[in-house]
């Protein structure tokens, strides 16, 4: 019988060597892929600026008031239509950067069939985000004054720099614009649909009010203003909202961080070894290890059978069979079932995550005091409140650090843009219930329940605080989000050793989503 254990044991610790190496491949492989691709971050920047140049047109009910002057000035900046300049400026300038260097891919010989579609593709998508984005920049450089520069951006647009690609829509609209600002002016007879068709938000407004004033359509034109001005009235509120409440956030965490340092300098010797739960908040039980039963080897299982294998190998390997047989194609589902899809995968992840824990941890079980705590009293709804607002100023700050590190690349969540672009209600209800509810169980169950206790046998509670906060970011599969991501995990580690409640980084970590899922709510339903 020990001889039949030790081959078990023997076979099971190559089964495990064999898909360590295989996570650690495709963990690898899924950071590489996302090394050049785009972040959300410049898609949500543009989202924003849309919305900023609603609010930019805000002129209340008294517009000569000071208050109000201020509070717009406040919100939009001194002078909104030129940093909006800038920021288009920018992403064009990004995409044709991107753009080169696709080209340059392209023209690898080497090149397999395959890639070269998807590449020539990924280049076609450019191009016309390029154009597009030539249409707009050129409304803002005549809403900043230089109409010349304006029309050179329209006749770039026109031409297609020179080449044939499909931006028949945008060289359309561009020719109408140009024509618009032209002297003298050149009205084509389907400037309007085309301008409705093409244009929304601010730049719609922009281009009917000059087709108007043109062509003495003043009815049109006041109406046009009366509805512009509720619609700016909207924005100053979401733009409100996206802004003003995060920076009330970060306000309150920089508060709270200057209380706790304080508090540590002054207090830091009168903490009793005795009684670890008592003295400063931030040294409270920061010396209490856990009690943890196994060794790293159960360690080691849980995070490659139950996290790795189960949603790097087994899901992406199922589903698509599961799919195949029901005659279904992912690529054709609209938001809502997307989102139930995206909600799927995540259960399943989920199931088969705490399965794998359950099974490693049972021959252990009843397991020591302290593991997996959740208790409904206390002070875990402080903890994890407070944790969110000291995590706003210090994931905002290394977030500015990573931005000038990746400059627009590394990747973001996938489900980001997918929520962004959504108007689906349903949609949007199931995007929370994956991110903001069944997101926090389980990765709170897994890294901070288990994974963190579990490395306090190795490592001091800093230590163990500070490596299952970077393998909770690498788990993301994002490089670009690695160091913001690892910054976050430290933070719900640390309230985690501190509060001895899994509630207290779940509350921390649901508000965290939510409050992302609410700023991609709010911008992508500002340009209208």
């Known amino acids: 019988m020990t001889e039949k254990r030790s081959i078990l044991e023997t076979v099971k610790r190559l089964i495990l060597v064999i898909l360590t190496v295989g996570a650690i491949a495709l963990v690898g492989l899924s950071l590489l892929q996302s090394w050049n691709q ?65 080209l340059q891919e392209l023209a690898n010989p080497e090149l397999q069939l395959a890639n070269r579609q998807q590449l020539q593709a990924e280049i076609n998508s450019l191009k016309r985000l390029s154009a597009e984005l030539g249409v707009r920049l050129g409304l803002l450089q005549v809403q900043n004054g230089t109409t010349d520069a304006a029309l050179k951006t329209w006749e770039d647009v026109i031409k297609g720099e ?28 389907d400037a309007q649909p085309q301008i409705q068709k093409h244009l929304d938000g601010w730049f719609r407004y922009r281009a009917l009010s000059q087709l108007y004033q043109l062509q003495e359509r003043s009815q049109e034109l006041r109406s046009l203003q009366a509805s512009e001005q509720f619609i700016a009235q909207q924005a100053v509120g979401k733009l409100a909202i996206v802004t003003g409440i995060p920076g009330l956030g970060f306000l309150i965490g920089i508060g709270l ?29 920061g010396s209490l290890a856990w009690d943890t039963p196994w060794d790293g080897e159960t360690i080691w299982e849980v995070l490659v059978f139950g996290f790795f294998f189960v949603g790097q190998i087994l899901i992406p390997l199922l589903v698509p069979l599961a799919l195949a047989f029901l005659q279904l194609n992912p690529t054709t589902f609209d938001a809502r079932t997307k989102a139930f899809y995206i909600l799927a995968n995540y259960v399943l992840l989920a199931a088969g995550g705490i399965l794998v824990l359950f099974l490693c941890v049972k021959p252990f079980l009843p397991l020591p005091k302290g593991w997996f705590e959740v208790k409904l009293g206390g002070s875990w709804f402080l903890w994890g409140l407070g944790g969110y607002f000291v995590a706003l100023p210090l994931v905002i700050l290394v977030s500015l650090i990573n931005q000038q590190i990746w400059q627009g690349k590394g990747g973001s969540n996938p489900i980001l843009p ?111």
Do not use: C
């Open 162 to 189: 020179g080449e044939r690609i499909s931006t028949d829509e945008s060289a359309e609209t561009a020719k109408i614009l140009a024509g618009l600002w032209s002297n003298p002016a050149q009205l084509f007879p």
């Open 257 to 285: 961080l200057v209380f706790l340092g304080i508090q540590w300098l002054v207090s830091r010797k009168q903490s009793d070894p005795a009684n670890p739960a008592s003295g400063p908040i931030l040294l409270r039980n």
């Open 418 to 528: 997918i929520a962004l672009e959504s108007k689906d209600g349903i949609a949007l209800a199931v995007f929370f219930a994956t991110a903001s509810i069944a997101a926090p169980l389980f990765e709170e169950i897994i890294f901070r329940g288990f994974l963190l206790p579990s490395l306090t046998r190795y490592l001091p509670i800093w230590g163990a605080i500070a490596l299952s906060g970077f393998v909770f970011a690498i788990a993301h599969l994002n490089a670009s989000e690695v160091l913001p991501l690892a910054t976050l995990g430290m933070i719900l580690g640390f309230v985690y050793t501190r509060s001895r409640n899994l509630l207290a980084p779940m509350l921390l970590h649901s508000l965290w989503n939510s409050g992302t899922l609410l700023s991609l709510f709010i911008l992508g339903s500002g340009t209208t």
């Open 38 to 102: 785009p972040q959300i971050q410049s898609r949500l920047e543009l989202y924003q600026t849309n919305l900023l140049l609603h609010a930019a047109e805000w002129q209340g009910e008294n517009s000569s008031s000071s208050n109000l002057t201020t509070a717009r000035t406040t919100l939009v900046g001194d002078e909104p239509f030129k940093a909006a300049l800038k920021q288009y400026q920018e992403a064009q300038q990004s995409a044709k950067t991107t753009l080169e260097k696709k």
